[in-house]
């Protein structure tokens, strides 16, 4: 027989006493102001105990004593406190994080604009052309700024019949662009509408398998290169704030307001943009909005925006041996001028 404490004891015995005294479960219950299942667990945990079993249960039976369907408590809280502490380990290693660049030579990113891919206003023959860009010239990686695809959720799944394309299709474009389109990828970001279906995201980064750095919404990284060159480079789908009077003015707020960067980039809001300003620290920084892929669509018509053409992806080409500023990141609108550019400056002796 197990030693439980006094109280327990106490507790158990008395449940004892009263089922012997009040015939039934229901009445031993109520004379002690419980209800059954509260009862009942005490005469459950008695039998266990040994407090006189042949009277705990009136039965011909005795049910069988199961594990606990779960860890003991300060079981669950070691892992819980694991757990929370890798998080918060990861969440600081992605903060700035480096990414070594083994040369001195410039090298190009070709910030490509939401892609959209599947929806019916895409520009698939601007998109093939740039992604054929990318992948025959040396030293350029891609870097998406997310919307990957439509990917309509919730109550904009009605949106779909828009679309000649289904969900199944999307992800199968998706996985091409990630996987098939031939692009050395530097960085993938997740934006809006990659998030309206968690199981979207989920099933890229499962195929992606840590491949490249996946990341919601945002990520600041630094270049190293070889020559001890560190290029700053804050990239969002969107940097918070916004004017209509400016395609930058979130971008600006970052610059003056959030860790210092060389380059703040974002797309998400279907415009193109691009400036270069020296803050007060002396900083040089350089401003992109890349616009993306989509072109007309039924919410664009309805709400009066202008069809814009340039600036779907944005080439930017950093030069670690420049000795202005001003000259260590150029932004292209034409993914294809800005490959030339970069063949061309690295060809330099």
């Given at each position: 027989?197990m030693v439980?404490s ?7 015995q ?6 012997k005294?009040?015939?039934s479960q229901a ?12 009862y009942?667990?005490r ?11 042949d009277r705990v249960?009136n ?5 069988p004593?199961f594990?606990a369907?779960?860890l003991?408590a300060e079981?669950?809280l070691d ?5 929370s502490?890798?998080r ?5 290693a992605?903060?700035w994080?480096?990414v070594?660049?083994?040369?001195e030579?410039?090298?190009?990113i070709c910030?490509?604009g ?6 019916n ?12 860009t ?6 350029l990686?891609g870097a998406n700024i997310?919307?990957?695809a ?5 109550r ?5 019949a828009e ?13 091409w662009?990630?996987l098939?389109?031939g ?5 993938w970001l997740?934006g809006n509408?990659?998030?309206m ?5 989920a099933h ?7 491949r490249i750095p996946?990341?919601d919404?945002r990520?600041r ?10 290029v700053r ?6 940097h918070?704030?916004h004017?209509m ?7 600006l707020?970052?610059?003056?307001m959030?860790e210092h960067?060389?380059?703040?980039v974002?797309g998400?809001k279907?415009?193109w943009?691009?400036?270069?300003i ?13 616009r993306?892929?989509?072109g ?5 018509t309805?709400k009066g ?8 992806a ?9 000795e ?5 990141i ?6 294809q ?6 063949t061309w400056l690295r060809a330099?002796p």
């Open positions: 027989m439980a006094p109280l327990q004891s106490d507790v158990l008395t449940a004892v006493d009263a089922l005294i009040h015939g009445a031993a219950a109520r004379a002690l102001g419980l209800n059954r299942s509260t009942r667990a005469l459950q945990r008695a039998q266990m105990e040994g407090y006189e079993p249960r039965l011909e039976i005795i049910l004593q594990p369907s779960n003991d079981e669950i892992h819980m406190e694991r757990a502490e890798q918060i380990e990861q969440h600081q992605m903060h994080f480096e070594q660049v083994k040369t030579k410039p090298i190009g910030w490509f939401d892609p959209h891919l599947g929806s206003g895409n520009n698939i023959r601007q998109l093939r052309a740039d992604v054929a990318v992948v025959e010239t040396e030293s990686y997310g919307d990957t439509d990917n309509w959720g919730g904009l799944i009605r949106c779909y679309n000649d394309v289904s969900r199944e299709t999307e992800r199968l474009l998706a996985e662009f990630l098939k389109a692009i050395d990828w530097l960085l997740e509408h990659d998030h279906d968690e199981a979207f995201v890229l980064r499962a195929i992606n398998g840590n996946m990341i919404w990520a990284f630094k270049l190293v290169f070889s020559n001890k060159r560190q480079i804050d990239a969002a789908h969107d918070k704030g004017s009077w400016n395609e930058l003015h979130g971008q707020r970052a610059a003056h959030d960067a060389d380059l703040f974002a998400h279907h415009n943009a691009q400036a270069q020296e803050l007060t620290t002396g900083r040089v920084s350089t401003l992109l909005r890349t993306g892929y989509k007309v669509d039924s919410y664009t309805r925006f202008a069809n814009k053409r340039y600036g779907a944005v080439v930017t080409v950093i030069n670690p041996q420049a202005s500023p001003t000259e260590l150029k932004p292209f609108p034409d993914v001028a800005g490959a030339e550019y970069l330099r």
